[in-house]
């Protein structure tokens, strides 16, 4: 498993029974977590690595993973396009990248900060765009989408999305 945005620890579980799961978790902010960390004397299970979601297909090996995941992380890229495309690269033929974030999250913060992009789903469609407009489209082979609803709410608040092959627009 590839946890890519980790964080300074992987929200991901890392042990099933009766089975080894060796999990590699990359974050950008790898250096800071682990010196935030040391200075705390906390130890994660699994402690990340620096590396940047739009590197990943340079990082790591072609069909390396069998689950590459991302959490609440692609929002906050300069170019979530060529990281889902590094995620795809580097997932195996029959492994599946995991996306989940919040909709619209760059509209919700004013494009503030790590915010910089929006995902959601129209007519069918997972788009990613940001303040510009839409500047893509379309995800072939989406094998699963689940909007998260707040309580009471009449629009999805986040999401989480399967995907096997990405497909330029």
């Known amino acids: 498993i590839l946890d890519v945005g980790s964080g ?53 090996p072609a069909e390396h993973f069998d689950i590459v995941m991302s959490r609440n992380a692609l929002d906050h890229v300069r170019d979530p396009f060529k990281a889902l495309q590094g995620m795809l690269a580097v997932t195996k033929p029959d492994g599946c990248v995991v996306v989940w974030g919040h909709v619209n999250e760059g509209e919700a913060e004013n494009y503030r900060g790590y915010h910089q992009w929006n995902f959601c789903w129209e007519d069918g469609d997972f788009i990613i765009c940001n303040y510009s407009g839409v500047i893509g489209q379309h995800l072939n082979n989406v094998v699963m989408y689940t909007p998260i609803f707040a309580e009471g709410a009449d629009a999805p608040c986040a999401f989480m999305v399967v995907v096997g092959h990405w497909m330029d627009v």
Request: hydrophobic fraction near 40%; charge should be negative; glycine fraction near 6%.
């Open 8 to 60: 300074p620890a992987t929200n991901l579980g890392y042990r099933l029974p009766d089975r080894q799961v060796e999990m590699t978790c990359i974050d950008v902010m790898a250096v800071p977590f682990a010196e935030l960390l040391r200075k705390h004397n906390l130890t994660p299970p699994v402690s990340p690595i620096f590396g940047t979601a739009e590197g990943v297909a340079e990082q790591f």
